[in-house]
């Protein structure tokens, strides 16, 4: 009696490390943005260094990407952007943590659309999103490719006004990643 | 005679004004690779400051990391399981188990991997 105890026990310990070993991520995902008004010189930067991680069995998703990671074509843009807008010093890092709705991978081939809701962080402030997303399969890696845009002033992000007919008042944010089990 | 010097004069001005402007709006993005590097420090020891919350007056700083190559992946590794690396030539080529120097900036701290995150590396011989 005591030993089925102690191997169901056991067996459950090793049950659970496999499911738990379900977890696709990625270091190196891309996030870009672009708030550019016509006319003016292009409000763009990119993000490669974005962290993600995916859990295939529930669905969660979280991804992290540090503020300093976004490179600007234009150097006083790209310090401008750190110190006035996102202040990256007090607030390093944006953050979304969700689930990809109704998601199974056995079912992922080709490329089908997804919603996935969860909360986004950023400078500070906590907002629910809801972003669609086009995941696939390939060679073993997950592809999440999403786009949707936010709005600065959603997260107390203050532009001034000499500047505010130059910077679009929606963001326009793309990201991708191509997530590896681990 | 003297009207035509100072309308010279103004556009002088006007001309060094405009090349002064156009060098601050158009200024180079910081060369890390040519930068020198403020600290040198093993990759364990970097992410400890981070996990202590010491890690803030490193942000943003050019540092030299030390370490073995724990995983490589394109255009990018890990020292130690403690320092992400990504390089500015994405040809630079490293191998797994290699001992290596590496010069780059400090981006922050990535909790999901609880790592250390440096862009525009480069090997330092």
Redesign the interface.
């Given at each position: 009696m005591k030993t089925t105890i102690i191997l169901s026990i056991i067996s459950f310990f090793f049950l659970a490390a496999a499911t738990g070993q379900e977890k696709y991520?990625t270091?190196?995902g891309e996030i870009a943005f672009e708030a550019s008004v016509p006319s003016f010189e292009e409000v763009k930067a990119e993000n490669?260094?974005v962290?993600?991680?995916l859990d295939v069995v529930s669905g969660n998703f979280?991804?992290?990407a540090?503020?300093?990671?976004f490179r600007f074509k234009?150097?006083?843009m790209?310090e401008h952007f750190?110190e006035n807008y996102i202040e990256?010093?007090k607030y390093?890092?944006a953050t979304f943590k969700g689930t990809i709705q109704d998601f199974s991978l056995s079912d992922l081939s080709g490329e089908s659309k997804y919603l996935i809701k969860g909360t986004m962080s950023l400078h500070g402030v906590d907002k629910n999103l809801e972003v669609p997303a086009i995941i696939s399969i390939k060679n073993g890696a997950v592809y999440i490719n999403t786009q949707f845009v936010l709005r600065p002033e959603e997260f107390d992000i203050k532009i001034p006004s000499i500047v505010s007919n130059k910077i679009a008042d929606e963001v326009n944010v793309s990201a991708v990643f191509m997530l590896y089990k681990q | 005679m003297k009207k035509k010097r100072i309308f010279l004069l103004l556009i002088l001005f006007l001309v060094l004004g405009g090349f002064v402007t156009y060098n601050y709006v158009y200024q180079d993005h910081r060369d890390i690779k040519s930068e020198t590097s403020q600290i040198e420090i093993t990759a364990p020891y970097l992410l400890e400051q981070f996990k202590t919350n010491n890690g803030d007056a490193l942000l943003n700083k050019t540092l030299t990391v030390t370490g073995v190559i724990t995983d490589v992946e394109d255009g990018a590794v890990t020292i130690d399981e403690s320092v992400h690396a990504s390089f500015v030539e994405n040809s630079t080529r490293l191998n797994k188990n290699e001992k290596v120097k590496i010069k780059g900036r400090c981006i922050g701290y990535d909790e999901l991997f609880e790592i250390v995150k440096l862009d525009q590396c480069s090997p330092i011989k």
């Open positions: 991520a270091k190196t490669s260094n962290s993600a991680v979280a991804a992290l540090l503020m300093k990671g234009v150097a006083l790209e750190n990256s010093s390093p890092k | -």
